[in-house]
């Protein structure tokens, strides 16, 4: 752990920086300003540089309140016991797929304080797993990789406030991204996102789009986000009294996806005052236990060819063979590509213990057999004749 490195993937599989190949995203202004240079994500020799000034944030997101995040219910959350620190380990594999560019982004940190910064040391397990699919370019991921992170752990209230944290990080980032548009027309495009948290036993997923997360307790799949899509009753009536439509299964027929960061250059989905399309994450957490095994967070790709406790099987099964998240990762987006997935792929699998997942013995049950009147019936006649 003392000793981790954040890891971040880019385009076509370079692990440098959050930078396009086809340019750099600028700062805005409220972000050092357009003139400084795009700092890299990822120093080959040391832990990530930190920012030389602050991240401001946009004055109605300094403070949200609770009751304005949607949280899903908290999962084994029990305070009277011993509380369990999960032992981390990490890795993420990517393959561009049938697509002709590849936009999706990653960033791996198995000790959020050392990687970005923090002179927190309480001993507690400390994570930030996200996973982010462009849209219309690959600018957006590249940003919200790259400041999404920052703006958690640079809150005045992180970690003791960690889901409002979290939330109001997800807007930040959508406001900055429409300020660094607004100096940049380029850059328009959008991205989905999810983020997972690690803080002591407590795992946060926040998501706003159609990738997902799925945790593995004790061989169950629990599905820890919601894939966002237009066509769902929630999403559909949150869009309808928005103002948008759903048609074709498509947010105002344009986009497939009913959350997500950027898209601000999208005639009629997103302004200031709000809109059909949100960057607003729901979240879901839960109480680490020594029945978790291991999380994957995927890209919509994996999800396409893979139902939940499918992928869950899969994996584990390969976790046993190797005990390796990042051959288990690659493992996983190889099988979606033999499967005919037909999206860019990336997975993050994070295991929660040094040891392989166990082998499960299912306690065999106690089976009831009956016999119907008509099976009775044959028995008897056959009975009968061999007695004749």
């Not at 599989?13 to 396009?20: E, F, V, Y």
């Not at 949280?71 to 890795?91: A, F, K, N, Q, V």
Request: overall charge negative; some cysteine; aromatic content about 6%.
């Amino acid at each position: 752990m003392e000793g981790s490195r954040v890891t971040i993937n880019n385009v076509d599989g370079s692990r440098d920086n959050c930078s396009s190949a086809n340019g750099l995203p600028p700062i805005p202004n409220s972000l050092g300003g357009r003139g400084g240079a795009y700092r890299h994500c990822l120093n080959p020799d040391s832990t990530p540089p930190l920012c030389t000034k602050s991240l401001t944030r946009h004055p109605s997101l300094v403070k949200i309140k609770p009751s304005d995040i949607s949280i899903e219910p908290r999962l084994s959350e029990d305070d009277s016991t011993t509380e369990y620190m999960p032992l981390l380990r990490s890795g993420a594999w990517t393959d561009i797929g049938s697509r002709s560019s590849m936009e999706d982004v990653y960033v791996c940190a198995d000790n959020l304080m050392h990687d970005y910064g923090l002179n927190i040391s309480n001993g507690r397990p400390s994570a930030f797993y996200g996973v982010f699919d462009g849209h219309g370019g690959k600018h957006a991921a590249d940003f919200a990789c790259y400041h999404l992170p920052r703006f958690i752990v640079e809150d005045e209230d992180f970690p003791q406030e960690i889901e409002r944290v979290i939330a109001s990080a997800f807007l930040q980032t959508d406001t900055a991204f429409a300020e660094a548009c607004s100096l940049d027309a380029d850059l328009a495009s959008g991205t989905t996102a999810l983020a997972a948290v690690v803080i002591g036993s407590s795992l946060v997923v926040a998501n706003a789009g159609d990738c997902r997360a799925v945790l593995c307790r004790r061989g169950k799949a629990i599905e820890m986000s919601r894939d966002h899509k237009p066509v769902c009753f929630k999403e559909r009536r949150r869009i309808e009294a928005s103002g948008g439509y759903v048609y074709d299964g498509y947010l105002n027929g344009q986009l497939n996806v009913a959350r997500a960061l950027g898209d601000w250059h999208m005639e009629g989905l997103k302004c200031q005052d709000g809109g059909p399309l949100t960057a607003e994450p729901e979240l879901m957490r839960t109480i680490l236990t020594e029945e978790d095994e291991f999380l994957i967070i995927g890209c919509d790709g994996l999800w396409d060819v893979f139902m939940s406790q499918n992928a869950v099987d899969f994996a584990r099964r390969k976790l046993q063979e190797h005990n390796d998240p990042m051959m288990c990762s690659k493992d996983l987006v190889d099988e979606a590509l033999k499967r005919k997935s037909g999206d860019n792929l990336s997975v993050v699998v994070v295991c929660f213990r040094s040891q392989p997942p166990p082998n499960l013995i299912v306690p065999r049950g106690r089976v009831q057999r009956s016999i119907s009147a008509e099976g009775l019936k044959e028995l008897q006649s056959f009975l009968d004749n061999l007695d004749n």
